[in-house]
């Protein structure tokens, strides 16, 4: 059972930076396609980034040229860079792995 843990939320400015992890114990993260995915109040979960098993990188429009999404196979990590955030970025994001496999979440918040 690969069972994803986030880590790296925080509350930061307008502007600042955060870097979320993601580390995955019970299976090798090398096999997997992943991704980020965030949820704001009152909103649905939406696609944040992916990456899959070659390393190849998808990002929603809103997050484009801001966010890096990459993964280090050999420490079975996923991260999240996140630069410029914006108060819109506010939410609790979750990692995904192989689709199936869901983290608890960790909450964003950009306020001044």
């Known amino acids: 059972q690969v069972q994803p843990v986030e880590s790296g939320g925080g509350l930061v400015q307008p502007g600042g930076s955060l870097r979320l992890s993601c580390v995955a114990s019970?299976?090798?993260?090398?096999?997997?396609?992943m991704g980020w995915y965030r949820q704001a109040p009152g909103k649905q979960r939406e696609l944040v980034a992916t990456i899959s098993r070659g390393g190849s990188t998808n990002y929603a429009d809103s997050v484009r040229g801001r966010f890096t999404i990459s993964r280090d196979n050999a420490k079975n990590i996923m991260y999240l860079q996140m630069n410029i955030l914006k108060p819109a970025d506010t939410a609790v994001y979750y990692c995904?792995?192989?689709?199936?496999?869901w983290g608890q979440g960790t909450q964003v918040t950009v306020s001044s």
């Open positions: 019970g299976s090798n993260l090398r096999y997997y396609g």
């Open positions: 995904n792995i192989g689709s199936n496999f």
